[in-house]
């Protein structure tokens, strides 16, 4: 069976009244709902998304609540050399 998953997107520090604001959509097969969760989980997961909430409509589709994707850590810089022949 498919699932349909519709992903919102909200800010970090939103305020309780902020509403999310619409991403991406993209389906699951799943042969239960419990499978159609973890399977929305770990594709949300893979797409480097911290879930905030996720919960089954009423068709039967799954709505997500996500939180923006980290920004990348940049590495870190190579130490500089000091300067004289040490």
Known sequence: MNF????????RDAK?????????DF???AETLEDARRAA???LAA???SVRSLSFTADGG????????????PPPRAARRAKGGR
């Open 41 to 43: 989980l770990a594709r």
């Open 4 to 11: 349909s998953v519709k992903v919102l997107e909200i800010a």
């Open 47 to 49: 797409d480097g998304r």
């Open 27 to 29: 389906a699951v097969s």
């Open 16 to 24: 309780p009244e902020a509403k999310a604001v619409p991403a991406t």
């Open 62 to 73: 799954i709505a997500a609540v996500v939180l923006p994707k980290a920004k990348p850590v």
